[in-house]
């Protein structure tokens, strides 16, 4: 079965991503322990943070960051529909 594939991001207080699905599950991703180094220290501005999109396979921010689609699925917590 292939990993389901990120159709929006939310992102929430805290560096939190409310992600949806294409399966129909949404999900809530803490980006936290990834926010470390230059690279993805980037992610400490909140005004940045924020700029996160769906980019047709996981999520990325302008400047390239991303994180793999399984850990945004598998590391996530099932949340109700918004």
Do not use: H
């Amino acid at each position: 079965m292939l990993r389901p594939t990120v159709i929006n991001v939310t992102p929430e207080n805290d560096y939190k991503l409310n992600l949806r699905f294409d399966n129909g599950e949404t999900r809530l991703f803490d980006v936290k322990p990834y926010i470390k180094g230059s690279w993805f220290g980037e992610l400490k501005n909140p005004s940045y943070f924020k700029t996160v999109r769906p980019n047709g396979f996981n999520i990325e921010w302008a400047n390239g960051q991303d994180i793999c689609p399984d850990d945004l699925y598998f590391n996530s917590i099932k949340t109700a529909m918004k």
